[in-house]
């Protein structure tokens, strides 16, 4: 009879990192995710999306929102004043421009 290779069933597969006895490297950071509203859409692929958060003063403990101008990449010019997008930190992409666009959720009607 031929041989067979032993088999490891159940065992897991070493990963290139550990199998050279490197230590693993920290998982990449998280960007941030945002969702908001349009607000903007006149400039060449760029969009000003405006995001609301509520937050709970410090002092009076009432609920506040605040409103933030967020300059957005937007690649194939095709997002309008009212749509509902979901937008992730990036790289400087210009001087204000720090967000791509990710997903559009909800168009304006």
Same mark, same amino acid.
């Given at each position: 009879?031929?041989?067979?290779?032993?088999?490891?069933?159940?065992?897991?597969?070493?990963?290139?990192?550990?199998?050279?006895?490197?230590p693993?490297?920290?998982?990449?950071? &998280?960007? +941030?995710?945002?969702?908001?509203i349009?607000?903007?859409?006149?400039?060449d692929?760029?969009?000003? @999306?405006? =995001?609301? %958060?509520?937050?709970?003063?410090?002092?009076?403990?009432?609920?506040?929102? &605040?409103? +933030?101008?967020?300059y957005?990449?937007d690649?194939?010019?095709d997002?309008r004043?009212?749509?509902r @997008?979901? =937008?992730? %930190?990036?790289?400087?992409?210009?001087?204000?421009?720090?967000?791509r666009?990710?997903?559009?959720?909800?168009?304006?009607?």
């Open positions: 009879m031929a041989e067979q290779a032993p088999t490891t069933e159940g065992a897991p597969e070493p990963t290139p990192a550990s199998a050279a006895g490197a693993e490297a920290p998982e990449r950071n &998280r960007r +941030k995710m945002r969702e908001g349009v607000a903007s859409a006149s400039m692929r760029t969009a000003v @999306v405006v =995001v609301t %958060e509520q937050v709970r003063h410090r002092r009076y403990n009432k609920t506040v929102r &605040r409103h +933030k101008r967020l957005v990449h690649e194939d010019n997002l004043v009212g749509d @997008v979901r =937008v992730a %930190e990036t790289r400087p992409l210009s001087k204000l421009k720090r967000w666009l990710v997903q559009i959720l909800e168009r304006a009607r």
